[in-house]
């Protein structure tokens, strides 16, 4: 499946704003530029007049340009591999691709990601955010459903964490495609994968539920989370003053909020089932 590539070149200050905007019309992957950022759409998802309206409303309040183009799956890799620098997570989680030399000094987890075109690389203030927290949760002998999976590194470091049971899917073939690489890459077969949605999924308690998505899906799917939740519940892809109507959400189903994180505005929450 094709997808959409957007090109802008904004202020700095209107970044952020810019890509929850996006993220709210489809878009699901980012790369922040020197010049604005870029931001992919699934050709299926795309939509042309919503974002014409968007970049007609933000060009009244900021000088802007942009530029969309169908890209290949093949042009991804290389565009990751110029972007693309290993990370460290609180010290204990060190991510890397293939092409990149393990790390130098001793870390409690390794976790070796081939990006392609799905999202979560650890880069992300949503993805880093939520490997923050599951670092703070104990998984050992934990069952983990990882919603809206993109390369699979959540679900990764569950394993590395010694969860035994980790189930994870996604809507995006791609993403499928590259979660089963990553899972080969790391020795995490234990992960299961599948193409599918919450929906989609056959009803079935975990310990610990995963989802890094937006803000809208989140709100329309937190009630069906919390029926496969046991226990906790982590959340992110959302800004801070988002923080209340998912808190409120998730409080009508039953979950309690007991901490949320943020760095440049995004956020990150952790939820227990009462």
């Not at 939509?47 to 000088?63: D, H, I």
């Not at 964490?161 to 791609?174: M, N, Q, R, V, Y």
Request: proline share 2%; net charge negative.
């Amino acid at each position: 499946m094709d997808y959409f590539e957007l090109s802008l070149s904004v202020e700095p200050d209107f970044s952020e704003i810019l890509m929850a905007e996006l993220a709210e019309i489809g878009f699901d992957s980012f790369i922040e530029t020197n010049e604005g950022l870029q931001a992919y759409v699934l050709e299926s998802e795309f939509q042309e007049r919503s974002l014409k309206g968007l970049m007609e409303n933000y060009a009244y309040k900021t000088p802007l340009s942009y530029s969309l183009k169908k890209i290949e799956k093949q042009n991804w890799n290389k565009e990751w591999e110029s972007n693309f620098s290993p990370i460290e997570v609180l010290n204990k989680v060190y991510i890397r691709a293939t092409f990149h030399e393990p790390a130098a000094k001793k870390f409690e987890h390794e976790i070796i990601i081939t990006p392609k075109m799905s999202f979560g690389t650890g880069h992300h203030e949503t993805t880093s955010q939520m490997m923050e927290l599951q670092l703070e949760i104990d998984h050992n002998q934990k069952s983990v459903l990882d919603v809206g999976t993109g390369t699979g590194i959540l679900a990764i470091l569950a394993a590395k964490l010694g969860a035994t049971k980790i189930h994870s899917f996604d809507i995006d073939e791609w993403s499928v495609e590259n979660t089963i690489e990553n899972i080969q890459l790391n020795d995490t077969d234990l992960i299961t994968i599948e193409l599918g949605t919450i929906d989609s999924q056959k009803t079935e308690i975990y310990d610990i539920v995963l989802a890094n998505i937006n803000r809208n899906i989140l709100l329309e799917e937190i009630p069906k989370y919390a029926t496969f939740t046991r226990d906790y519940l982590l959340l992110s892809g959302f800004y801070e003053h988002d923080i209340t109507d998912i808190q409120q959400k998730a409080e009508d189903n039953g979950l309690k909020k007991i901490k949320h994180i943020s760095k440049n505005n995004w956020a990150a929450v952790v939820f227990k089932k009462h």
